[in-house]
């Protein structure tokens, strides 16, 4: 660990206030553990009539001191507390921490060992798995996801068949692990406002929406220049590419105003990356509850 401080100045500071403090406790409870010199010696003061004797404290008490200035001599010999003296023991919080959380580590991996030598299909069908991929989606996931894993506006529904970036267990894994990219350049600048309505109107059409027919033919045109190599010629999408537009499964919402809005300003989306953060036992259980969500486990 660095030290703490900017200056050295500052820990050996600290540690001859700590130093002295101990020197003038010693020295305050010894020169005052003096044996009474009579044993009828007072004060001198008087309260109503009540007295009070000089005696030195009862030597319980005395001892009790002492031990306890013992006791705080050894912990700051073991211990941090003298400025930036790091303690015989070397303990750190943080080395505490890790030592903790290997310990957690190692009692988390007998939990998954059952699972992770199984196929992503056998651990999705295990009941026990999937309370178990729920807690850790329920840990790392919802907040884009959603509770049911159904998505909400920019973030994919998990419980479909309909993937973005593929839905078989190696693809799923890729995603969780890797993280994924959604970008489509804004078509606002190049095609203008009436350019993307025609476009818009063309996708439309595309779902069986109710649409302009006139845009729609201009902007079939529009698309085939300018969006196949993307979505495809027929516009169903290219996996890993960018999503089909032809069903009515709507990332960024299906509305001819979100439409226009997708196709204006482009999108910029990104699933963030796990491998590293999640060990792979984690990505196991993660991986299979997401194919079992969309395989059939709706829970
Ligand atoms: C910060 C928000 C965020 C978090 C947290 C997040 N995701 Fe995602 N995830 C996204 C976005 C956004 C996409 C879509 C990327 C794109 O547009 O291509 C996505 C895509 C995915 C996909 C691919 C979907 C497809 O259709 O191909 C999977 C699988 C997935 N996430 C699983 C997870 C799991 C499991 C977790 C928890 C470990 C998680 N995500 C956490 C934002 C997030
Ligand atoms: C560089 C590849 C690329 C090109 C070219 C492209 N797109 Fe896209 N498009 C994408 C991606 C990727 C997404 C998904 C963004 C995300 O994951 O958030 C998308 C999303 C969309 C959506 C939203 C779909 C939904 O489910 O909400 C629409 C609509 C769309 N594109 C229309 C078009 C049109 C019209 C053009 C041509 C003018 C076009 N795109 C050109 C890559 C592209």
């Given amino acids: ?33 003096k044996m009474k010199t009579s044993k009828d010696e007072t ?17 319980w008490w005395f001892w009790m001191f002492m031990a306890t200035v013992l006791f705080s001599i050894g912990y700051l010999v073991a211990y941090p507390g003298l400025g930036d003296y790091k303690g015989a023991l070397n303990w750190t919080q943080e080395s505490q921490y890790q030592a903790e959380v290997a310990k957690a ?4 991996k007998q939990l998954y060992a059952k699972f992770t030598g199984q196929s992503i299909e056998a651990t999705a069908k295990d009941p026990e798995a999937m309370v178990i991929g729920q807690n850790l989606f329920n840990t ?16 994919p529904d998990l419980t479909d068949n309909d993937w973005l970036h593929g ?45 302009n027919t006139d845009r729609a033919v ?11 190599s993307c979505h ?17 499964v709507w990332l960024w919402g299906g509305r001819e105003k979100d439409i226009i809005e997708t196709i204006t300003l482009g999108r910029n989306n990104q699933m963030p990356a796990w491998e590293g953060f999640l060990n792979d036992d984690k990505l196991h259980m993660l991986t299979a509850y997401v194919w079992g969500k969309s395989h059939g486990n709706k829970q």
């Fill in 140 to 155: 790392y996931c919802i907040q884009c996801h959603g509770s049911d894993a159904q998505g909400a506006r920019g973030f």
């Fill in 232 to 248: 495809g010629a027929d516009a169903k999408g290219i996996t890993g590419m960018a999503p089909n537009l032809t069903d009515d």
């Fill in 105 to 108: 580590e190692a009692g988390y």
């Fill in 167 to 211: 839905g078989t267990p190696d693809k799923i894994r890729e995603s969780i692990a890797k993280g994924r990219f959604g970008i489509m350049a804004a078509w606002g600048p190049i095609l203008g406002e009436e350019g993307v309505k025609d476009a818009a109107h063309y996708v439309m059409s595309l779902s069986g929406m109710e649409h």
């Fill in 1 to 33: 660990m660095e030290s703490q401080f900017t200056s050295p100045f500052w820990s050996y500071y600290i540690i001859a206030i700590v130093v002295f403090c101990f020197v003038f406790v010693l020295y305050l409870l010894i020169s005052q553990n």
């Fill in 218 to 228: 201009r902007g079939r045109d529009i698309f085939a220049a300018n969006c196949v």
């Fill in 43 to 59: 004060m001198g003061h008087s309260w109503d009539g009540i007295e009070e004797y000089n005696n030195p404290l009862p030597k």
